[in-house]
């Protein structure tokens, strides 16, 4: 695929006049490219955020999202919820949500059918631990959350889900995967995405790349065999950076 997904995760940063002024900046870059341009920001970015980027290509996402629709839940923000005020991606399972509170491979399954349920377009992550890599068992983590993870989807939401692979031990952490270790995960995901949904779905679902992608590394991860875009945490708080990545391949 020439066209790339570029998708930004803020984590917990920014504040609702930050966001619309990082929006407002990154805009015109956007609309030139043919990169889809995607922002996951915190839920109280949300609103304003939707707002600013409407009638723009500067797509909107949240980082999360509870499986019911509604209930005794403090805390938690639903996919109907989401929804309801036009938010369209919404990452699930993203490693700092598996360590820190407590997410499994079964809230994930029920996360990617209510985001569906609800008409929002999820961005699966998954991921080996160092450890696990050093075991060299990263291909059997990452294929094994990935079934876990679609199990009871239809072919149609298989297809419609991004999957990013983030190895743990490359988030924040200013280390990087090879161009090669991100096509290998991508080939890995993309043999179990056949075996579950066929040829033609695993052809054109898109996979997508995390853990520290910088201006100066965008280019050959973005370029590597089955790659088909990035999932940018750091490098997409800065316009500079964020842009420059939109823009890689007009360099
Ligand atoms: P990073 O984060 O780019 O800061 O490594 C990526 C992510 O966690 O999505």
């Known amino acids: 695929m020439s066209r790339k997904v570029i998708a930004g995760n803020w984590k917990m940063n920014k504040l609702p006049n930050e966001a619309i002024e990082f929006i407002s900046k990154i805009e015109e870059v956007a609309a030139r490219s043919d990169n889809e341009v995607i922002l996951c920001v915190p839920f109280t970015?949300?609103?304003?955020?939707l707002l600013t980027a409407q009638n723009t290509k500067v797509k909107i996402g949240a980082q999360n999202m509870h499986w019911e629709e509604k209930g005794?839940?403090?805390?938690?923000?639903?996919?109907?919820?989401?929804k309801s005020i036009g938010t369209e991606y919404v990452i699930i399972g993203h490693s700092e949500r598996r360590q820190y509170f407590a997410e499994t491979d079964e809230t994930v399954n029920k996360k990617l059918k209510a985001a569906f349920a609800n008409e929002l377009k999820p961005i699966l992550c998954v991921g080996e631990?160092?450890?696990q890599r050093e075991q060299g068992i990263q291909e059997k983590v990452i294929t094994e959350q990935v079934e876990k993870a679609l199990e009871g989807l239809t072919n149609e939401q298989i297809q419609n889900t991004y999957i990013a692979y983030e190895p743990i031990w490359a988030i924040g952490t200013g280390k990087t995967a090879t161009a090669k270790d991100a096509s290998n995960a991508m080939q890995s995901i993309r043999k179990k995405v056949e075996e579950i949904a066929?040829?033609?779905?695993?052809?054109?679902i898109i996979l997508l790349y995390g853990g520290s992608v910088k201006p100066d590394n965008a280019k050959p991860l973005l370029e590597a065999p089955d790659v088909d875009g990035a999932l940018i945490g750091g490098a997409s708080l800065q316009v500079e950076e964020f842009t420059e990545i939109i823009e890689y391949n007009d360099k």
């Open 198 to 204: 066929g040829a033609e779905v695993a052809q054109k």
């Open 129 to 131: 631990t160092l450890e």
């Open 72 to 82: 005794a839940y403090t805390g938690e923000v639903s996919g109907k919820m989401l």
């Open 45 to 49: 970015d949300l609103f304003y955020s």
